[in-house]
């Protein structure tokens, strides 16, 4: 058994039988809970953010909210970018999608300068909320600071406390905060160094990237549980989470930003700097299996290759007599047509989403929840009525989702329906960005495979094995699979919440 704070839970990789009344628990929490979601689905992870960052472009700030745009996936909750002009860093962020944040004309005009960085974001830890919106923008001893963050400290509580109890005064109830607040209090003498002896100081996932007057520093922790990538356009140095918000301005990708390595960019070029070795390298598998865009490069590898290979070998694990192969889109697509490709099943599109759906919440009356899987999804009725169909999705969380698109499948004239996921079962929560509920509701920690066959409907149901998961990564790389497995890379931190700070401090 693992423990995290006062829970406990049991995170081996497939469950003969569900403890206790575990079922009945999880499914009246799922259905009845007024906890309101930031989507309309209830059933998908959240990625904490996405991070973008340019030096030396004469529009750094139209070209970041470009990189924004394309790094939309990663957050949603607010959006912000910091602009310097050489002399003086200048602030825009708000609550909401990146369009709506900078829909007024003045917002970029407020921007001026050739460095930026922006910011999306998804609360991971603290709340949602203008007050943790980012980027931060401190004064400090060295002028004006401004940071933005993807990743979780896990050790941010204990150094807030430290240092609220030798005067410290937070702004947010972001762990972000805490690195600027170890920057502002280190004696070294340049930025850099002042940087680097702060990230040295903690613990857990990120991607930092941090703007000055006169330069960008870009920052990965040395397990790299996140990506982050650097590019060129022209003269220009481009840094961002995911290749994509380097295509969107038509910059080159030259590489990742490797894990402990800190690179500050001015005007006489680009210095890399190194934080001590991890223990372990440690890339989340799930950047792979669903955040990131499947035209990106994360971690060096193509994501549409990676989730190609991931169907593929689904495909081999767990084969079905069936007429169509679909998937549920649009992060499980690749999926779905590696599945297709190593079964010679047809893979057809049975499901059709609705891209232009607001941010809505979650109603805690059934059928309002139903209505909202109606109003995202529509299932193709000519392509599935009396076929018999796989259904690849990338991973179930709670189940939910899953149930209801079953049932609109059927609805829609399949005659069965099998469900693959292109993942093994989420059994375990995650500390170093991904915002996975607690054990109680993930379905795959408190159902077996039979019992979560039941629940969702369908007539069948195979997730990926770990082992075959492994497979398919890149030789050479070590995978964060701790919310498979229970095998944490860093030590599993105490009392960890998403309102930590707003509750302790």
Same mark, same amino acid.
């Given at each position: 058994?693992?423990?995290?704070?006062?829970?406990?839970?049991?995170?081996?990789?497939?469950?003969?039988?569900?403890?206790?009344?575990?079922?009945?628990?999880?499914?009246?929490?799922? +259905?009845?809970?007024?906890?309101?979601?930031?989507?309309?689905?209830?059933?998908?992870?959240?990625?904490?953010?996405?991070?973008?960052?340019?030096?030396?472009?004469?529009?750094?700030?139209?070209?970041?909210?470009?990189?924004?745009?394309?790094?939309?996936?990663?957050?949603?909750?607010?959006?912000?970018?910091?602009?310097?002009?050489?002399?003086?860093?200048?602030?825009?962020?708000?609550?909401?999608?990146?369009?709506?944040?900078?829909?007024?004309?003045?917002?970029?005009?407020?921007?001026?300068?050739?460095?930026?960085?922006?910011?999306?974001?998804?609360?991971?830890?603290?709340?949602?909320?203008?007050?943790?919106?980012?980027?931060?923008?401190?004064?400090?001893?060295?002028?004006?600071?401004?940071?933005?963050?993807?990743?979780?400290?896990?050790?941010?509580? +204990?150094?807030?406390?430290?240092?609220?109890?030798?005067?410290?005064?937070?702004?947010?109830?972001?762990?972000?905060?805490?690195?600027?607040?170890?920057?502002?209090?280190?004696?070294?003498?340049?930025?850099?160094?002042?940087?680097?002896?702060?990230?040295?100081?903690?613990?857990?996932?990120?991607?930092?990237?941090?703007?000055?007057?006169?330069?960008?520093?870009?920052?990965?922790?040395?397990?790299?549980?996140?990506?982050?990538?650097?590019?060129?356009?022209?003269?220009?140095?481009?840094?961002?989470?995911?290749?994509?918000?380097?295509?969107?301005?038509?910059?080159?990708?030259?590489?990742?930003?490797?894990?402990?390595?800190?690179?500050?960019?001015?005007?006489?070029?680009?210095?890399?700097?190194?934080?001590?070795?991890?223990?372990?390298?440690?890339?989340?598998?799930?950047?792979?299996?669903?955040?990131?865009?499947?035209?990106?490069?994360?971690?060096?590898?193509?994501?549409?290759?990676?989730?190609?290979?991931?169907?593929?070998?689904?495909?081999?694990?767990?084969?079905?007599?069936?007429?169509?192969?679909?998937?549920?889109?649009?992060?499980?697509?690749?999926?779905?047509?590696?599945?297709?490709?190593?079964?010679?099943?047809?893979?057809?599109?049975?499901?059709?989403?609705?891209?232009?759906?607001?941010?809505?919440?979650?109603?805690?009356?059934?059928?309002?929840?139903?209505?909202?899987?109606?109003?995202?999804?529509?299932?193709?009725?000519?392509?599935?009525?009396?076929?018999?169909?796989?259904?690849?999705?990338?991973?179930?969380?709670?189940?939910?989702?899953?149930?209801?698109?079953?049932?609109?499948?059927? +609805?829609?004239?399949?005659?069965?329906?099998?469900?693959?996921?292109?993942?093994?079962?989420?059994?375990?929560?995650?500390?170093?960005?991904?915002?996975?509920?607690?054990?109680?509701?993930?379905?795959?920690?408190?159902?077996?495979?039979?019992?979560?066959?039941?629940?969702?409907?369908?007539?069948?149901?195979?997730?990926?094995?770990?082992?075959?998961?492994?497979?398919?990564?890149?030789?050479?790389?070590?995978?964060?699979?701790?919310?498979?497995?229970?095998?944490?890379?860093?030590?599993?931190?105490?009392?960890?919440?998403?309102?930590?700070?707003?509750?302790?401090?």
């Amino acid at each position: 058994m693992r423990t995290c704070g006062s829970r406990e839970w049991s995170c081996s990789y497939m469950k003969g039988t569900s403890p206790g009344n575990a079922r009945e628990a999880t499914v009246f929490k799922e +259905e009845n809970s007024s906890v309101p979601q930031t989507e309309c689905d209830p059933d998908r992870l959240r990625d904490a953010c996405g991070v973008f960052g340019i030096f030396g472009d004469p529009e750094a700030a139209t070209k970041t909210y470009l990189g924004l745009y394309a790094l939309q996936h990663r957050g949603q909750e607010s959006a912000g970018i910091a602009a310097s002009d050489g002399k003086r860093i200048s602030l825009h962020k708000g609550m909401g999608l990146v369009r709506t944040v900078f829909s007024h004309p003045d917002a970029m005009a407020g921007l001026p300068g050739a460095s930026a960085l922006g910011h999306n974001r998804y609360s991971t830890t603290g709340g949602s909320g203008m007050l943790n919106a980012q980027p931060i923008l401190i004064q400090f001893k060295k002028g004006q600071i401004a940071a933005a963050h993807n990743g979780n400290l896990i050790n941010a509580l +204990e150094l807030r406390k430290r240092m609220e109890s030798t005067g410290s005064i937070f702004q947010t109830t972001s762990d972000s905060e805490v690195a600027l607040h170890l920057i502002a209090r280190s004696g070294k003498e340049t930025i850099d160094d002042m940087v680097i002896e702060a990230l040295g100081q903690l613990e857990g996932a990120y991607c930092f990237l941090f703007l000055t007057a006169s330069e960008l520093i870009a920052a990965r922790d040395p397990h790299g549980f996140r990506p982050l990538c650097i590019g060129t356009l022209g003269d220009a140095t481009v840094v961002a989470s995911e290749s994509c918000g380097l295509d969107i301005i038509g910059a080159r990708y030259v590489r990742s930003v490797e894990p402990g390595e800190i690179i500050s960019i001015d005007a006489q070029g680009m210095t890399s700097h190194r934080l001590p070795d991890a223990p372990r390298k440690a890339f989340c598998i799930f950047e792979y299996i669903y955040f990131s865009r499947p035209d990106s490069i994360i971690f060096g590898e193509k994501v549409d290759k990676f989730r190609r290979k991931l169907g593929k070998r689904l495909a081999e694990e767990s084969p079905c007599d069936a007429d169509i192969v679909m998937s549920v889109p649009d992060s499980a697509n690749t999926a779905a047509l590696g599945y297709a490709q190593r079964s010679g099943i047809r893979f057809e599109i049975g499901l059709i989403r609705n891209h232009y759906i607001g941010r809505t919440f979650i109603d805690p009356y059934q059928d309002k929840r139903d209505r909202d899987v109606r109003i995202k999804f529509n299932p193709v009725t000519g392509v599935l009525e009396g076929r018999r169909v796989v259904v690849v999705d990338d991973s179930i969380v709670r189940g939910t989702t899953m149930r209801r698109l079953v049932r609109l499948i059927r +609805e829609g004239g399949a005659t069965e329906v099998h469900v693959r996921v292109a993942s093994p079962p989420v059994t375990c929560p995650c500390f170093y960005g991904i915002d996975i509920p607690s054990t109680g509701e993930l379905i795959g920690s408190t159902h077996s495979v039979e019992e979560t066959r039941g629940y969702i409907e369908a007539d069948s149901l195979a997730y990926l094995s770990v082992p075959a998961m492994l497979g398919a990564v890149p030789d050479g790389t070590i995978q964060c699979t701790a919310c498979f497995t229970g095998d944490y890379p860093t030590a599993v931190p105490e009392g960890f919440s998403k309102e930590q700070f707003s509750i302790e401090g």
